[in-house]
């Protein structure tokens, strides 16, 4: 387990849930200063009005973000970072746009499933030896519907491994439902 452990919160919920913006004033609250560090890709105008109104936020938000935007090499940022004289806190946003730019980047490798999950390895490696805070914001895709094409059932069931094993390395984790978050690992229960 990491030294750094106390350091790492994950925020998940569902679509619109309110759990970015949770997720930037918790930083905000915690921290002096940050990097948002964004995982999305703009590939057509709807996604790129979302990028554009998160931007918005950010800048109406009074806190002083430092932006990098990463959609794929996420471990490599974190060991970049970790480099730094005082590695900075960092808000990541989110882990399942990240992960559907790596699944999407492998989808047609034979080893799709591998590769992916070595990504989601390499990456928690990473957080773990962050020396800095890391506020990681996710989403819950399983608790839909199933989906009817085998790329969406892959996509699924890897966003819950990654967000299971990413939890795990983390002291603290949030479910924002409704704009309300609950810390969930202090209600944990344990068998």
């Known amino acids: 387990m990491s ?3 106390h350091n790492k919160v994950l925020v998940t919920g569902g679509a619109r849930s309110g759990k970015s913006t949770f997720a930037e004033r918790l930083c905000a ?7 948002y560090i964004a995982t999305a890709q703009a590939a057509d105008d709807e996604m790129r009005e979302r990028v554009r ?16 935007e990463e959609p794929m090499n996420l471990a490599g940022l974190l060991r970049r970072r970790a480099e730094e004289d005082n590695a900075p806190a960092l ?15 492998y ?6 499933q591998e590769q992916v ?8 490696t990473a957080i773990e030896a962050y020396p800095g805070a890391i506020i990681l914001v996710t989403n819950e895709v399983g608790d839909g519907i199933v989906p009817a094409y085998p790329l969406g059932r892959l996509y699924r069931d ?19 439902t409704a704009g309300i978050p609950i810390e969930l690992k202090s209600r ?3 068998l």
């Open 117 to 124: 999950m070595r990504q989601v390895d390499e990456l928690v």
């Open 53 to 68: 109104l998160h931007r918005q936020q950010r800048q109406e938000s009074g806190y002083a973000w430092e932006i990098d």
């Open 91 to 105: 808000l990541i946003d989110c882990l399942t746009l990240w992960l559907s730019n790596v699944l999407l980047h």
């Open 107 to 112: 989808e047609h490798d034979p080893n799709v």
């Open 158 to 176: 890897l966003a819950g491994i990654a967000n299971r094993r990413i939890a795990e390395v983390c002291s603290r984790v949030f479910l924002v």
């Open 3 to 5: 030294i750094y452990r």
């Open 29 to 35: 609250a915690e921290h002096s200063q940050a990097w």
């Open 188 to 190: 944990e229960y344990r």
